[in-house]
């Protein structure tokens, strides 16, 4: 056989087992389906928020408690039947005091355990793929979040993911609110998307959909405030149902700073 013969052979198995490597999608098939989401993933830098607990005191799960394969997982937060890291988050579920709604989300840490909290200056990228399985309205599947720095609870940029499939990009005009939205793709519900929330230089946001990017201006009101990244579920419509919610998994999961 040539070498061209084995190349095209191997291309053509990488698509029948559904690798997409442009996008850098992680293989469902390298993904263990039998072990809990930090045998599959690399949860020593995030942090777990879930929709239980006492009203206004959401359950946090550490690092320490999410690495591994026989880390911590409940009906909130698990392995699904094809490895990807599940979240499920209910409408009636508990929500921290500065939100109407709740959430099953990893909040981004630091190696030493302490909560993470850079400066916008130099290069930041959290890089996730992502598929939706059930929304009600509309659920937010990535942010950046302002951390110290100032009185503000604000996300810089949340990356909505609405029922329609329309992926919507909400930024905020500055830490005292006001967002402003943009839909930058359509993804059908139950099919696979990338992402990637981006500080470029520290004064530039670049946001990727699907191998699309759209870049945006920092508004200078920012520069006091360090930040953090979030990925996973934070459903944004709210009742007392606990059946109706947002249901995501997660596929890729990568953070770098420089």
Not at 50 to 56: K, N
Not at 68 to 83: H, K, L, M, P, R
Not at 85 to 90: A, E, G, L
Request: glycine share 12%; net charge negative.
């Amino acid at each position: 056989m040539s070498k061209l013969s084995r190349i095209r052979l191997v291309v053509a198995a990488a698509c029948l087992s559904g690798v997409v490597g442009v996008l850098g999608a992680t293989p469902a098939a390298a993904l263990d389906s039998t072990v809990a989401p930090g045998g599959n993933f690399d949860l020593s830098t995030w942090e777990l928020q879930e929709p239980v607990g006492s009203p206004g005191s959401p359950t946090t799960i550490l690092p320490s408690q999410l690495e591994g394969a026989d880390g911590y997982q409940d009906s909130y937060f698990y392995t699904g039947s094809d490895g990807g890291m599940t979240f499920w988050d209910p409408e009636s579920g508990v929500t921290t005091p500065n939100s109407n709604y709740a959430r099953s989300e990893l909040r981004e840490m630091n190696s030493d355990g302490s909560a993470a909290d850079w400066a916008l200056s130099g290069n930041h990228t959290l890089t996730a793929r992502v598929r939706a399985i059930s929304i009600t309205s509309s659920t937010c599947v990535g942010q950046i979040h302002l951390g110290s720095g100032g009185s503000s609870t604000k996300p810089l940029v949340e990356l909505y993911y609405h029922s329609n499939g329309d992926v919507v990009a909400g930024i905020e005009n500055s830490p005292s609110g006001g967002q402003t939205t943009h839909t930058l793709g359509n993804v059908p519900i139950g099919s696979t998307f990338g992402y990637t929330l981006a500080v470029s230089n520290g004064n530039t946001l670049e946001i990727t959909v699907n191998g699309s990017t759209t870049s945006y201006s920092i508004p200078s009101s920012f520069d006091q405030y360090h930040q953090y990244f979030k990925a996973g579920d934070y459903n944004q419509s709210s009742s007392s149902s606990t059946t109706k919610g947002a249901r995501i998994v997660i596929y890729q999961l990568h953070v770098t700073h420089s």
